[in-house]
């Protein structure tokens, strides 16, 4: 007979790495499924055989910035708050945390919703959109942004908080559910032989799919974790805020601080000609699954921690983190040696062309950087866990807009073409070496030593 769910076994009893793995593997399940979602909206679209229609969907990712900013700065900052809360057994504390992530996420999604609504023309002039791309962008953001960004976020939120609870193979079927059904209706909405909306059907299959995922984590949320819906327990103080928004506000900023650094390198890239830019961006593909299997292990742990530091058991805290850091050191160490090995044995055997010769600089660079950025996650996850704000905040500004775009500048210079291939790779040796004397710092200043 199958046991009931025991989190209170998993985040203080169950042995280290069972629970590590049992945190984390479903998060990097939930980012493959990502990837998944992703790549079957590109085949589909793809199908379709039309220009304006793949450069429709590049135009509308941009406005999808928004509302994974919201994901993060209500899902990020309240899940720490839950975790923690629920290791001091404030109960009631965690059901509020949860009660502001889910209404200020309604709220904020709205919101910005309805700048698209009115403000659609202003989008265009900004990204340089016009014509029948202009007219199919417009389509794809009214379903995916103006309907369907609320549930978006709602439905990340949610996962935030179902994972902050211990369920974490709930809060992966937040993100499986809706591939499956993205998989379905996909042709459904978009292939000629049936609806025929085209691009329009990618938006709204991903709408509903969305629907279907926060409807699934509020029942979840609701019956399974004890948390709450009703608003009259929430009773807003600034200190809610001020617990939730600087925690969850590095995860956002983040998202916007990456645009800025990719634009600029797809823009130093761009002036070698279409075979480095092409190089760059499949680089860049083939690094995300190492990316994301650390940054599962990041945000597993992150429940793990935060319940530990609340309940004030720091040896078994302190022990989760050094069990993480070497689970996923062990893991990307693997994925490093495996990827370059890989990588140029397949170049070795291609045409020798310029496209395969940048390409193996490129995959070379990504590749050895792997590792820091890896343990740079861990690192700022177990910071945000202890509601440490201020510190990834830091890190997110400083990695991406100032060393990254600096280092992209100085090795374009040193090295034509092929400097920027390590320029993510030196930046994030010099944060990998920031953020752990930081960490230790604060470990020593907030976990008490034996």
Known sequence: MKQPFDKTYVFEKMPLREAIISQSVPCIMAFVSIILFNLTDLFFVTSLNSAAALAAVGFASSALIGV???????????????????????????????????????????????????????????????????ALTEEYIFYAVILGGMPSALRIVFSFCLRAEGFAKE??????????????????????????????????????????????????????????????????????????????????????????CTSYIYRVAAQYGNEVAAAMGIASQL????????????QGIVPLVGYNFG??????????????????????????????????VYIAF????????????????????????TLDFLGIGVMTALGKGKWPLTFAFFRKIVLEIAFIFFLNYLFPKYG????????????CAAVLFTLRNVMVKEVPQR
């Open 171 to 260: 809060a992966r079927n937040s993100n499986i559910i809706p591939c499956i059904l993205n998989f379905i209706l996909d042709p459904l909405f978009i292939m000629p032989q049936f609806l025929d909306m085209g691009v329009a059907g990618a938006a709204l299959s991903t709408c509903l799919t969305n629907v279907a995922g926060c409807i699934y984590c509020a029942w979840v949320y609701k019956t399974k974790c004890g948390l709450s819906f009703d608003i009259r327990l929430l009773h807003f103080d600034f200190g809610l805020a001020k617990a939730i928004i600087p925690v969850g506000l590095p995860g956002g900023c983040q998202t916007l601080f990456n645009v800025v």
């Open 350 to 373: 291609q045409e020798p062309t310029e496209y395969y010769h940048c390409l193996q600089i490129f995959l070379n660079g990504s590749f050895i950087g792997i590792l820091f950025v």
């Open 287 to 298: 690094t995300m699954l190492p990316q994301y299997i650390s940054m599962g292990i990041s």
């Open 420 to 431: 920027i291939a390590f320029s993510q790779t030196a930046t994030e040796i010099v944060m």
């Open 68 to 134: 994974n900013f919201v994901t993060n700065l209500f899902g990020g900052g309240s899940a720490s708050l839950i975790s923690r809360s629920e290791g001091k057994k404030d109960h009631l504390m965690a059901v509020r945390a949860g009660l502001f992530a889910v209404y200020g996420t309604v709220a904020i999604s709205i919101l910005y919703s309805l700048l698209f609504v009115f403000g659609i023309d202003i989008y265009f002039d900004i990204v340089s959109v016009s014509g029948e791309a202009a």
């Open 311 to 344: 309940a004030k058991n720091f040896e078994r805290m302190r022990a989760i983190v050094k069990n993480a850091f070497i689970i996923d050191a062990s893991a990307m160490a693997v994925c490093t040696v495996l990827g370059i090995v890989i990588a140029n």
